[in-house]
């Protein structure tokens, strides 16, 4: 084989990328620990505990590659009906995690953020998490989101409320209600719409996650497990992504 048909075969993903035409922000539903673990003899907790390697693998991949945000679904509202030994399991791995992986989101320089109803999780995760924001909150690399207790339908009935409130105090006015100021009353608020949302384990749903933010998201469905997705898994995604055409509800002819 010639050297250049040699270097063509060992081209990864991630050397095929447009620097220039990045995704800023990506979202991802995590899902498929429970089928992982099941599909190896085990309990459901394994897979959650290999889930955080792939979380680990992936925040970094994204952040060596230039992605500024990275939004995960980490434990949804309708999550607290799981069975709580479950639940519990996953709040410990919480701390244990951000315990651990805290030295390393300040030398890669990540600011952690956290969206959801927060004041529902249990007290000493909630202080861990916010102490771990709190000391990121510096950092100017990768902005790493984790949506926890999060419900999209519950961020969007909260914005609707405080709009009406600030009708009601006679702060904002009806007609004033434009996208951007609905906007500004999300979780979100903060952050970019994202533009590339990736679901693992070969679900083909939102479950309530983003639904105003991801109006002209490009999606992309993997059947990979989550356990099993790595950051080589995430610059396919974001190949593909740069492969497709945003029209934005013009033409084909109107965008190029
Ligand atoms: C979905 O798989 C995964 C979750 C509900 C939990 C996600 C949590 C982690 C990856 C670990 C903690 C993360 C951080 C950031 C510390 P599932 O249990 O719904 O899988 P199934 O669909 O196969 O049952």
Not at 24 to 43: E, F, P
Not at 49 to 78: C, P, Q
Not at 180 to 192: E, K, S
């Given at each position: ?120 999780l249990p007290k000493r995760c909630h202080n861990e998490l916010q102490g771990a924001i709190d000391q990121t909150a510096g950092n100017t690399g990768l902005v790493l989101t ?111």
């Amino acid at each position: 084989m010639h050297l250049w048909a040699v270097s063509i075969t060992i081209m990864g993903y991630k050397d095929q990328i447009d620097l220039s035409r990045l995704p800023q922000h990506v979202a991802i539903i995590m899902d498929g620990n429970g089928r992982w673990a099941k599909g190896k003899g085990k309990l459901r907790v394994f897979g959650h505990h290999n889930g955080v390697l792939s979380v680990r693998d992936v925040v970094e991949g994204a952040g060596e590659l230039g992605v500024k945000y990275l939004t995960l679904y980490t434990f949804s509202a309708e999550n607290w009906n799981r069975p709580s030994f479950e639940v519990t399991a996953i709040m410990e791995l919480l701390v244990s995690t951000i315990n651990k992986e805290i030295k390393k989101l300040m030398q890669n320089n990540v600011k952690l953020n956290a969206i959801g109803d927060l004041a529902l999780l249990p007290k000493r995760c909630h202080n861990e998490l916010q102490g771990a924001i709190d000391q990121t909150a510096g950092n100017t690399g990768l902005v790493l989101t984790l949506a926890l207790s999060y419900s999209s339908r519950r961020e969007l009935m909260q914005a609707a409320k405080n709009i009406a409130e600030q009708v009601k105090e006679g702060t904002l006015n009806p007609e004033d209600i434009t996208e951007d100021v609905f906007a500004q009353n999300l979780y979100t608020h903060n952050l970019p719409d994202p533009e590339l949302m990736i679901r693992t384990s070969g679900e083909y749903r939102i479950s309530n996650y983003l639904l105003w933010q991801i109006a002209y998201a490009e999606l992309y469905f993997t059947t990979k497990l989550w356990p099993d997705f790595r950051r080589e898994d995430l610059y396919e995604a974001i190949l593909d992504y740069q492969k497709r055409e945003r029209r934005f509800g013009k033409t084909s002819e109107q965008v190029n």
